[in-house]
């Protein structure tokens, strides 16, 4: 059974930064992409980052560039998420998944459609 665990949610003054951990188990996570996407009250959820299996691409949303790094490490099955001059229109439920299909290339990291299993979610607030 697949299982993604994340944390490092909180809250953070605008301008300040957060490190989101997901913890990935029940797949081997090297194979496969992963994502980072959020949900704020009222709006969909939208994408924010993606890396590849291998670490070799990643894709960031545009009101993200500059501000995220998202990033992997294999060998302990979790995925990152560096965000830092964090905006109080951040403030939304940041959810990873992995994607369902293995040593995928190309651009699909920005699809919701090709994930299938997601966390449960952490909470980011940014205070202004």
């Known amino acids: 059974q697949v299982q993604l665990v994340e944390s490092g949610g909180g809250l953070v003054q605008a301008g300040g930064s957060l490190r989101l951990s997901c913890a990935a188990s029940?797949?081997?996570?090297?194979?496969?992409?992963m994502g980072w996407f959020r949900e704020a009250p009222g709006k969909e959820r939208e994408f924010v980052a993606g890396?590849?299996?291998?670490?070799?691409?990643?894709d960031y949303a545009d009101s993200m560039k500059g501000r995220v790094t998202i990033s992997r490490d294999n060998a302990k099955n979790t995925v990152y998420l560096q965000m830092n001059s964090l905006e109080p229109e951040d403030a939304a439920i940041y959810y990873c998944?992995?994607?369902?299909?293995?040593?995928?290339?190309?651009?699909?990291?920005?699809?919701?459609?090709?994930?299938?299993?997601w966390g449960q979610g952490t909470q980011v607030t940014v205070s202004s």
């Open positions: 998944a992995v994607h369902g299909t293995p040593y995928l290339s190309g651009n699909y990291l920005n699809n919701p459609n090709g994930y299938d299993y």
């Open positions: 890396i590849n299996w291998n670490g070799d691409r990643a």
């Open positions: 029940g797949r081997t996570f090297k194979n496969y992409g």
